[in-house]
């Protein structure tokens, strides 16, 4: 595919500087860019290599002034870290919708619907009375249960399983071996010490513009709703657990774990590897650092938590209570020392 950089400039509202019926193929760093590349520059630190480079084209802020001969046409936009990305976005969504028709073998069930110019793969499979949107991209060994909503412009990939009842929205992107609505982890204790299963009849929930990562397990809920909502990106590897709720614009770090009924507020920021237990609320915009251990609810807007050390649970709560007093302690201590200095010199 080749764009003109007059067509790129104006996807990115943005004035060009040079020729711009050059032909642009590829996207790529400023540094090692060749002929038919757009890049950009954003970072003062690298104005060097726009002196110098082989890209076709260079996208720069509006205020750029070069200080040297250029052999490149720019594109000059308010912000060109911001407009690359977009150049990227828009790119990645003709390579993600190339795809279209269907691929044999794979099977459609009873009264189940799908929209214009979907895309369904070879060894795919749609269960009955589900229904699929406009230009939704379902790929190979794909699994969609009975009664699943999937809305416009969604991409399933490769080896996707989605268990009945599960409401996906619009703009979602799920990567391969996810598992949606899969049963939560509902055991109950037995007086024999054995476990007898507690159904899980709910569902999943996925809003728009949501984006799942590679392996990832969203458990379905007892018997409401396990709740995503728009805009959040979850990483590889996560685990969450039934009955959760995740709010919108949130984003989590791979191998992280929200166990049962816990709900975490908006645009927070969960690093991997956290682990958070159940029946908790976690505020919004709340930062959590790797590897961090919430065991209860976080109410103040904006807090950043860290740090976890599992020991004998009666020494870590002895531990844990000194160390809430350090700063107290560090001041009683310097108040002593002043005491001691003071009474030597007098």
């Avoid at 191998?255 to 975490?264: A, L, N, R, Y």
């Amino acid at each position: 595919m080749e764009f003109s950089v007059n067509q790129i400039a104006g996807i990115l509202n943005g004035a060009v500087v040079g020729d711009g019926s050059l032909l642009i193929n590829n996207l790529g760093k400023i540094q090692e860019a060749q002929q038919g590349t757009v890049s950009f520059l954003s970072n003062p630190k690298y104005e060097n290599y726009i002196y110098s480079t082989q890209a076709t084209a260079v996208i720069v802020s509006h205020d750029f002034s070069p200080k040297k001969a250029l052999n490149t046409t720019l594109i000059k936009v308010d912000n060109p870290y911001s407009s690359f990305t977009q150049l990227l976005e828009e790119y990645h969504k003709i390579i993600s919708f190339q795809k279209s028709g269907v691929e044999n073998p794979s099977f459609i069930g009873e009264n189940s619907t799908t929209g214009a110019n979907i895309y369904r793969g070879a060894f795919s499979y749609i269960g009955n009375h589900v229904s699929i949107g406009n230009n939704v991209k379902i790929y190979p060994h794909a699994y969609i249960g009975d009664y699943v909503h999937v809305g416009n412009n969604t991409i399933i990939h490769p080896g996707v399983k989605i268990y009945a009842q599960t409401k996906i929205g619009n703009h979602c992107v799920i990567h391969a071996g996810t598992v949606i609505g899969s049963d939560g982890f509902g055991f109950a204790p037995q007086p024999d010490g054995t476990y007898k299963t507690i159904p899980q009849l709910g569902n999943v929930i996925i809003e728009d513009h949501v984006d799942i990562g590679a392996n990832s397990v969203i458990d379905c809920a007892t018997l409401d709703s396990t709740i995503i909502r728009n805009g959040v990106k979850l990483d590889n590897l996560i685990q969450i657990a039934h009955n959760v709720e995740i709010g919108q614009n949130t984003v989590i770090a791979a191998q992280t774990g929200v166990s049962g009924s816990s709900k975490i507020g908006e645009n927070c920021i969960i690093g991997g590897q956290v682990g958070i237990i159940g029946h908790l609320e976690i505020a919004n915009k709340v930062s959590v650092a790797a590897k961090t251990g919430i065991s209860k609810s976080v109410k103040t807007e904006g807090q950043i938590l860290m740090g976890m050390i599992g020991f004998d649970r009666k020494s870590y709560l002895k531990s844990y209570a000194i160390f809430r007093n350090l700063p107290e302690l560090q001041d009683r201590l310097k108040e002593l020392e002043e005491k001691i200095v003071n009474s030597r010199t007098s």
